[in-house]
Structures are given as C-alpha cells and as structure tokens.
C-alpha cells in the first residue's frame, strides 16, 4: 500500500461522496479508481453494463425495477 497525492478539490469531493456511500474516503477513492480503469479499459461498456458485470462476478442477484402502472 503506498500514499497517493490528490489535488484538494478532489479530495474534498471524495468527503462528499462518503456521505452518500457510506464508505471511508480510502474506499471511495478506491471504489472510484477502480471503475475508471474498468471504463478505460472496456471503453464499449456503460457505467451501468459495467457495474452490473462487477455484481454479478461478485454474486450479488440485482433484480430489475419493473415500473408498474398505476
């Protein structure tokens, strides 16, 4: 594990994001890290394609939101 230099701004919109994550500012940083090399990597894939291939590669059932009339 090494130290990794951020600009301030960037680290205070990691804070941020913890709120709402419910992860530590390493988690988040590293949760963010990890999707960018995954989208750079697969730059074909969505966010969303490639988030829902991360759960389901960690077993994680997402069912999907039917909208329903009403």
Known sequence: MGIVSIDDDLHEQLR???KVSCRS???QA????KIGMLCEANPALS???ILAR???AAGVATPSLVATAA
């Open 47 to 49: 966010f969303t394609e």
């Open 16 to 18: 941020k994001a913890t």
């Open 30 to 33: 590293a949760y963010w890290i």
């Open 54 to 56: 991360e759960m389901s």
């Open 25 to 27: 500012i390493n988690a």
